[in-house]
């Protein structure tokens, strides 16, 4: 089982998105796919509900209880995504971490966000399977606006700390749209939305080495 988990030090930098679109992906390609939602306000779990209906479904398994959430996945799942709690350090995920294959970190461009991220990512780098170099870290760049200079300045500033950036999302309101739906990107084939759907490729490359 193909375990990936995605937690960030600050809400609203986009983590329940790249967990349900990680999810659909992984079921659009065939895989039995479990959506772990350890997030109190319980969204990724509603997006899971929402999709229940399609051939593509995702699995929802609570996991607000961190030492129990692993007996409501079931033994045959073949991709596991985890949307972890806001806000939670690596000491809090420890659950989380024992198993995950790679962890992704979503980072706005914005000061505030890079200054949140800063002691998360701290913590992470004193796990011992991070530090022993067995649990990747990749960081996300998300909801970037390109042609603006915060944004440039932001993807530099990434590109100077210890964890390569797997990929470079665009902002768009499209994402808000599809989690009402219970869809994702990956659930079109038309022009804009393959534009959007390349912006994730080096991620999704990236987990799958």
């Known amino acids: 089982m193909k375990t990936v988990l995605v937690a960030t030090s600050k ?24 959506l772990v939602d350890a997030d109190p306000q319980r969204s990724s779990h509603g997006w899971a509900q929402r999709r229940a209906a399609l051939d593509s479904a995702v699995l929802p398994v609570d996991g607000t209880n961190r030492w129990k959430w692993q007996r409501g ?13 806001a806000g939670a350090m690596a000491d809090e995920l420890q659950s989380f971490l024992d198993v995950a294959d790679a962890v992704v970190v979503p980072i706005q461009p914005s000061l505030l966000d890079i200054e949140a991220s800063v002691p998360f990512l701290d913590s992470l780098a004193r796990h ?13 760049a998300n909801r970037l606006r390109p042609w603006t200079s915060t944004s ?10 210890p964890y390569p950036v797997v990929a470079r999302l665009r902002d768009s309101q499209a994402y808000v749209v599809l989690a009402g739906l219970g869809k994702s990107l990956f659930d079109y084939h038309s022009a804009n939305v393959r534009d959007h759907q390349s912006d994730w490729q080096p991620l999704l490359k990236w987990l799958a080495k």
Do not use: F, Y
Request: proline content about 5%.
């Open 11 to 34: 809400g609203g930098a986009g983590k329940t998105t790249i967990a349900t679109h990680l999810a659909a992906n992984a079921a659009l390609q065939g895989h039995r796919t479990a």
């Open 128 to 140: 011992p399977r991070v530090r022993g170099g067995e649990l990747k870290v990749g960081l996300v």
């Open 152 to 161: 440039r300045e932001t993807l530099a500033m990434l590109e100077r700390w």
């Open 73 to 85: 996945v079931p033994s045959d799942t073949e991709r596991l995504i985890i949307d972890a709690p």
